[in-house]
């Protein structure tokens, strides 16, 4: 009797530990791998249950499969060798960053809370950004970039663009900007006067178009 009584128990928490695994529909392995991990150490029970995602040197190429993660706060994804990355309809996520992968593409849409955005050392040569009400920091140093466009960004304090390869810069529609690294870039001097004549933000930038 108390044999059978062990094996019913058995069973019950086997069924309870499976209705509780998450089927992470990604593309990529290695990503796939890590959710698996941070679900086992984590408890993560529902997809509402993450706010947190940390995948750092995983090898993970393909960035897909994030639909879910509703509740979505912070995703990081340092150093892995994503090359396009486009992440639509997070509503909650905060806090983005990757940065030292291999992006020749980068997209993003309805991330309306999102405050820091670190896309430093990878491969892009444009970047737009829209409609980001509460970023309040961007490090894209150490890109490609021949342009950066840009709407919609009331709240953004702090700008790293250094090491790129700019030739103009929209400094006039920034109202909480107060800090801006944009060294080694080929901008003509003309723009570097109007940014020392700016009161109340820091510029820093060295060099002019023909030393470039």
Known sequence: MKLKQLFVGIGVC?????????????????????????????????????????????????????????????????????????????????????????????????VPALEELYIFNNKLVALELTKLPKLKLLKANENQFLTFTYSDLPELEKIYIFNNKMVDFDINHLPKLHYMDCRQNPMPDKLYDEMNAKKGVTYLHDGNAKDW
Do not use: M
């Open 14 to 110: 086997f069924l309870c530990g499976s209705a509780s695994a998450l089927d992470f529909q990604v593309s990529d392995a290695n990503f796939k791998q890590c959710l698996n991990a941070l679900a086992e150490k984590n408890n993560w029970a529902s997809f509402d249950a993450v706010t947190k995602i940390e995948c750092h040197s995983k090898n993970i190429t393909v960035l897909d499969g994030l639909e879910k993660f509703s509740q979505l706060q912070s995703l990081s994804l340092y150093n892995n060798q994503i090359s396009k990355a486009s992440l639509k309809n997070i509503p909650n996520l905060r806090q983005l960053n990757l940065a030292k992968n291999s992006l020749t593409s980068f997209e993003l849409s309805g």
